[in-house]
């Protein structure tokens, strides 16, 4: 792919641009966290009072629901992010009307696989995994387009909006399932119907917001182009999103296989305690891609994504710190008595958000360049050591296994794509874009260092 000349932007004059993306990160942080901390809520009243073995079933479903969504945000999330800011600035709402069409057909599709995979699960896997995929069937197209309109507040760079949604469906989430923790009816469907609740009501209102109106009145010529460029863009971005799920979840299906459901839940209920800064280094991700698109080929690209390079792995390193020497004391606070022989883990685990944080600057760098074959060949590269390497360790060791296999997928994700991202900035540099304000070699000096 060839990457595209970008328009002359407006940009403040500063020395310090990361402050206009650090004060609206404070919004996504926040947005992030209201999100992930009722999802991390759901998660850890499921794996308090669920059985193991029905929470490995739930943590087993919800993997293959993020299959499919991986497969909604490569088409739809991914290239809102890098077309909206520019190419539809000045036509947002019919462009969201028309992204509100496409999640139509994707969601739908989505519902009846998870369908398929129902029927399936109940002949060969049991009746809990079946219920848990019935369930996300329901609530799957109510938490896509939540995930979608919540993306499209930092395309319009109003992380602040999100928050707001966010806050409602931290209210509505953990509302709900407090309620039903206390009348004892906390199950996989009933926890899934108050997500999918929450999705819907906040899903519509952050559209309303977005002046989504009638999608199905939207002009064909819209429909057609963004279909054109978001299908352009999202054969190499959900060939990466497919690509990097293996590694990221594939054991959350290998375990099931090798040893058993309660296995896989020990995985994700461990994994659980580092899931806040992942998500918050997620969410300062997606607002730093809408401004890299802005900024490119200025002197404030190499500088931003320096300073963000800085302040993501620096957190994640102090973060990892912490969980490392508190980790049983941790646990238990959370889990009580349950999950104790793998708290260990946590040595291990913390390292997580460190590798995810480099990779995650790296990424949206070489994304903003439009350059998402560059994502594709890291994620393959990883994605091969997952089913090579990281299937063997997870057969021979199980959980433990898992762990230090994750960690090897990443750093092999981390090396590819900081070659390619040297390899973009060296043809940057030799060929300077037309309206630059500067050329690349600030970054290119960073990336060498």
């Known amino acids: 792919m060839s990457v595209v000349t970008p328009k002359p932007v407006d940009l403040p004059q500063t020395s310090t641009p990361t402050v206009a993306w650090l004060s609206r990160g404070i919004w996504a942080v926040m947005d992030q966290g209201l999100f992930a901390g009722s999802n991390f ?32 945000s490569a088409l739809l999330i991914e290239p809102m992010l890098v077309y909206g800011p520019d190419r539809y600035r000045g036509r947002l709402p019919a462009y969201f009307n028309a992204l509100t069409l496409g999640h139509g057909a994707v969601s739908i599709l989505a519902s009846l696989l998870l369908l398929i995979g129902a029927a399936l699960c109940h002949w060969f896997a049991g009746p809990s995994l079946a219920m848990a995929l019935v369930g996300l069937a329901a609530a799957s197209p109510f938490i896509l387009y939540q995930w979608l309109m919540r993306r499209a507040s930092y395309v319009r760079n109003a992380p602040q909006q999100a ?26 469907p009933s926890a899934l119907a108050v997500m999918g609740t929450a999705s819907f009501l906040v899903g519509i209102w952050l559209a309303y917001k977005e002046g989504v109106t009638c999608p199905w009145r939207e002009g064909k010529a819209l429909l057609k182009e963004a279909a054109s460029e978001h299908g352009r863009y999202g054969r190499w971005a959900m060939a990466s999103g497919l690509v990097g799920f293996v590694p990221a979840y594939i054991y959350y299906l290998i375990l099931p296989m090798v040893a058993n459901l ?47 390079m800085i302040i993501l792995v620096g957190a994640s390193t102090a973060y990892y710190l912490f969980i490392a020497i508190f980790h049983e004391p941790i646990r238990h606070l959370v889990y009580g008595d349950k999950f104790a022989e793998y708290s260990f883990l946590l040595w291990l685990i913390g390292l997580q958000p460190i590798l995810t944080a480099a990779t995650g600057v790296l990424d949206v760098m070489v994304a903003a360049h439009e350059r998402p074959d560059y994502v594709f060949y890291s994620c393959l ?4 050591a997952a089913v090579t390497v990281g299937a063997a360790l997870t057969w021979k060791w199980g959980v433990a296994g898992v762990t230090v296999a994750v960690l090897i997928n990443f750093l092999i994700h981390l090396i590819v794509i900081a070659f390619l ?18 050329p690349l070699s600030e970054l290119n000096a960073m990336i060498q260092e």
Request: with cysteine.
């Open 421 to 438: 991202a040297r390899k973009l900035i060296r043809e940057k540099s030799d060929k300077p874009l037309v309206g630059a304000v500067g």
């Open 262 to 308: 309660q296995q896989s839940g020990a995985l994700r209920a461990i994994t659980n305690l580092v899931m806040p800064l992942l998500q918050a280094n997620v969410a300062l991700c997606i607002l730093l891609l809408p401004r890299l698109v802005r900024c490119r080929g200025t002197p404030h690209f190499a500088r931003t994504v320096r300073h963000a």
């Open 163 to 188: 928050a707001t949604a966010g806050a409602g469906y931290c209210v509505l989430m953990v509302g709900g399932l407090l309620a039903l923790e206390h009348w004892k009816g906390l199950t996989i």
């Open 381 to 384: 590269a990883s994605a091969v």
């Open 41 to 72: 809520v759901l998660n850890v009243l499921l794996a308090k009072f669920l059985s193991e073995r029905d929470y490995g079933a739930f943590v087993t479903a919800f993997s293959i629901f993020l299959l499919l969504g991986t497969i909604h």
